[in-house]
């Protein structure tokens, strides 16, 4: 008997049924968030969510100040003429989101409630063109003890964020040159970025600056002011593009640039996903042993994201503001892990020798069926019975009937899939070979689909392995190439190399789950089973497998992934008058880590539900939090006593 390995949620729910319990979802993700009503006759307590895939309750009645969410987003629509950046800061939702951190919007019309509300850090989503008013209101709610995060560029506050005005930039790489400070302390990434500006500092502390691609200093890129009572954080870069144009990329509609060393011939005349990168061959490259090959070993996305949290957390610490964070992952692990198999050749007898290597390893994986073919029907049945995910391999590389890149292809392989394997719904999806083109057209079609999760994203070259298309963490795509930019439904898990022995050295696999462990996402492997009778394969797997459990980290199948931040992301917050939270959630999710950042004095106290709670001290980004296991589905209650 196969023992079977912890689920991340109860139940095998279909994506029907769990969408059905997850109320209020939607395939456009709401950009906005929760509007904030400014003024008085509002209720004492504010709900607030996370929004994928909810969307919140307004408040009424009541009065007085305002219980709100701990981080407050203030929005303002943008010309793409005066900015064509500015269709990515929507984007600061996601990203606060897939954190954990619970926040309300507000457009920037509305800055004055900020006085009636409770305490909040307030990000800035962009270089807004605020007008007089609201930057004169943004300053004063500042100055008597306000927490203030720019993005971008300074949104004409410059005396507020203690500078003197920038200039524009199109790309540059942040230099840290506080690397003590909390906000910059181990990073490790090239910290690449495009657009936003560089800036000149007048009496703000500068942590960090921006440089051009051969080391010349552009101005600053990180500054923190005090002004009045109140403290400010500007990060200069524009990071909310930045990242939708690491992760998203390039159009691909012709071959990529090759690596000037020959590691990357990725010009061999077949397009996919690694044709749209955007990263820089030398500076964004690492070498690595045994053989000093150059890797995407850091992914820059995820320590473009943290540079956002930590000046959160350094902001809320410092003004005493109670922040709760959803941590990413069950059970209060640091991060998950996943094997893949693309069954290429469709091999029967391969298919059972890998299979016979995952029962031994007591792991589930995601087995990506490729058309035409397939595998016998009692093999499916055995994946499905032994709790192994069946996905998708769509063929668009062969060129015969329906192997050619089209939507109508991709919906017919599906439905030969789901027939063959006698499936009601395929829930995620790879690409054969990574085939890619356009930039966002395959989601869409996925998302039309039903597709959930996709995994086409990574490297299909030695030269390539790593990060080179974002970072660990899994992400919602958003569409800003709609004429309202909107998340796609689509879960994007990213791929960080194919099969160890075969594609590269067996020894690349540590650093390369190492660096996905270290930002707290998934470490993506492809094994595919027409190589795992070949010399050291299976010995190379397996040996990943145990040091990933060695590290902490749990194997989970594409489709538990999904689930699992569906579920999570299904959790709603409503904070109350003396530093209590409600937590509910649409769907279960049990062994929840909840942090609580340490902003108060050390003997504070929690209560969970009325009664005393013992938390664990966590460690994060050097940021003290305490941490309590919960179950959550109907309301938990969390105070500080």
Not at 559 to 581: C, D, P, Y
Request: glycine residues 10%; proline residues 7%.
């Amino acid at each position: 008997m196969v023992k079977r390995g912890p689920d991340p949620i109860r139940g095998h729910a279909t994506r029907r049924d769990f969408l059905r319990r997850a109320a209020g979802a939607t395939s456009c993700l709401l950009m906005q968030g929760l509007g904030v009503v400014g003024g008085a006759g509002q209720t004492r307590e504010r709900r607030t969510n996370m929004p994928v895939p909810v969307s919140g309750a307004a408040a009424s009645g009541g009065s007085g100040i305002v219980p709100s969410a701990p981080v407050t987003v203030i929005t303002q629509p943008v010309s793409t003429d005066a900015n064509p950046r500015a269709r990515a800061w929507g984007y600061l939702t996601e990203v606060l989101s897939r954190a954990g951190l619970f926040y309300e919007t507000l457009p920037a019309s509305q800055v004055e409630s900020l006085f009636r509300r409770a305490k909040s850090v307030v990000i800035l989503a962009g270089d807004l063109p605020l007008t007089q008013p609201q930057r004169a209101a943004l300053a004063q709610w500042v100055k008597e003890g306000g927490a203030l995060i720019g993005l971008g560029g300074a949104s004409g506050l410059e005396e507020v964020f203690g500078v003197a005005g920038g200039i524009p930039v199109a790309e540059g790489w942040i230099k840290v040159t506080a690397g003590e400070h909390p906000l910059t302390a181990g990073l490790r990434s090239s910290l690449h970025v495009f657009g936003g500006r560089a800036l000149k500092k007048s009496s703000a502390t500068v942590l960090a600056e921006l440089q051009t691609g051969n080391g010349i200093s552009k101005g600053s890129a990180i500054l923190e002011n005090r002004f009045g009572t109140g403290r400010t954080v500007l990060l200069g870069p524009d990071l909310l593009f930045s990242i939708v144009h690491i992760q998203q990329g390039l159009r691909v509609l012709q071959d990529g640039r090759p690596a000037p060393d020959d590691s990357a011939p990725v010009n061999e005349g077949l397009l996919k996903t690694e044709d749209g990168l955007v990263l820089d061959w030398q500076r964004d490259r690492s070498p690595v042993p045994p053989d000093g090959g150059p890797l995407f070993l850091e992914p820059i996305s995820d320590e473009l994201r943290e540079l956002i949290l930590r000046s959160v957390f350094h902001l809320a610490r410092q003004q005493a503001i109670l922040l709760p964070v959803l941590w990413y992952w069950p059970r209060s692990l640091k991060a998950v892990a996943q094997l893949s198999h693309d069954s290429d050749g469709n091999d029967p007898q391969k298919a059972a020798a890998l299979l016979e290597v995952m029962n031994r390893s007591r792991l589930k994986s995601t087995w990506c069926i490729l058309y035409p073919g397939g595998y016998p029907v009692e093999f499916y049945r055995t994946l499905v019975e032994q709790d192994f995910e069946v996905a998708l391999h769509y063929d668009a590389m062969t060129g015969g009937e329906h192997t050619a890149w089209s939507r109508d292809n991709f919906l017919f392989q599906r439905r030969w899939l789901m027939k063959e394997a006698g499936l009601e719904q395929i829930t995620t999806n790879k690409n054969h070979y990574l085939r890619w083109e356009g930039r966002l057209d395959f989601l869409r079609w996925c998302e039309s689909a039903g597709i959930a999760s996709d995994q086409s994203r990574g490297p299909s070259k030695k030269g390539t392995i790593g990060f080179p298309l974002g970072g660990s963490q899994p992400y919602f795509p958003l569409d800003d190439e709609a004429d309202s930019p909107r998340f796609l439904n689509v879960l994007e898990v990213n791929l960080l190399t194919q099969d160890l022995v075969i594609t590269c050295p067996p020894e690349y696999g540590q650093p390369l789950l190492d660096s996905a462990a270290r930002h707290h996402g998934v470490a993506h492997f492809l094994f595919h089973p027409a190589h795992i009778l070949k010399p050291g394969v299976a010995d190379a797997l397996a040996g990943l497998v145990d040091y990933g459990r060695r590290q902490g980290l749990e194997w989970w199948t594409n489709r538990q992934i999904w689930q699992w931040e569906m579920a999570r992301r299904s959790v709603e917050a409503r904070f109350h008058s003396g530093n209590a939270i409600t937590l509910r959630a649409a769907a279960s999710l049990p062994q929840a880590t909840l942090l609580l950042l340490r902003s108060h004095p050390a003997s504070c106290a929690l209560a969970l539900n009325g009664r005393p709670a013992d938390p664990k001290p966590w460690d994060l980004y050097g940021f003290e939090f305490d941490a309590l296991t919960v179950d959550i589905g109907d309301e938990i209650r969390v105070q500080t006593i």
